[in-house]
Every structure is written in C-alpha cells, then in structure tokens.
C-alpha cells in the first residue's frame, strides 16, 4: 500500500490533494500543514511518496525537497505548483526534485504521477 505525505499550507487544497489521491486508491496519507511539520513528520521508510506545494510558510516546498533529499535520496518527491512557477522548475530538478503536478489537476493527472514513479 502507498504511503503519501501531502505538505501544503492551504486546508482546502490538501483536502482536494487526498480526495484525488483516494479517487486513485491511495487511502494511507499523512498531512503537514506547512513544510516545517512536513520535515518532522517525514522519516527514510516511513512513506513513499511526498507531494509539496512550492509556497508555505516557514520553509518552502523546495526547503522541503532539500530537507527530505538530506535523508533520503530516492523517495519520490512531487511538487505541486502553479504555471507561473515553472521559472523556477531548474532550482528545483538541480535540488533533486522528481516531477511536478501543476494546479489545477484532476485526479487522473494524479494517477499518471503515481503510476510514472511507481507508486
């Protein structure tokens, strides 16, 4: 079974984040309200998939990826982002991030993120 940390300031959009991933058969999921509680939250093992938002308070979605690649190099790590953002995508492939899911996504744009990196 698929274990999904989902890190996003925004309530609303990580109720629709796990609604999507629900609606694709993922039910194991944890929530951190921003990246500082995503970082703690986060352990080598203990998930297999993180999908960061790029703006949050406290760290951002790429302090997170930097945090999460310190400890584990391999997880799969998502970020979620807007089309404006996409001028920073080479800070965050040099920091080792493994794809995006840009907003507005359905849940089966969430499904080929998951399938593509096996999750």
Not at 29 to 55: C, I
């Amino acid at each position: 079974m698929t274990r999904v940390l989902v890190a996003d300031d925004s309530n609303t959009m990580r109720k629709i984040i796990i609604r999507s991933l629900q609606a694709v058969g993922v039910k194991d999921v944890a929530e951190a309200a921003d990246g500082t509680e995503a970082v703690a939250n986060f352990a080598p093992g203990k998930f297999d998939l993180v999908l960061t938002d790029w703006n949050m308070p406290g760290m951002t979605g790429l302090e997170v990826l930097k945090a999460i690649r310190a400890q584990d190099a391999k997880i799969p790590v998502i970020m979620v982002t807007t089309e404006a953002e996409k001028s920073r995508v080479l800070e965050a492939i040099q920091a080792g991030v493994t794809d995006y899911l840009v907003k507005p996504f359905t849940p089966d744009m969430l499904r080929e993120k998951l399938e593509k990196h096996g999750c």
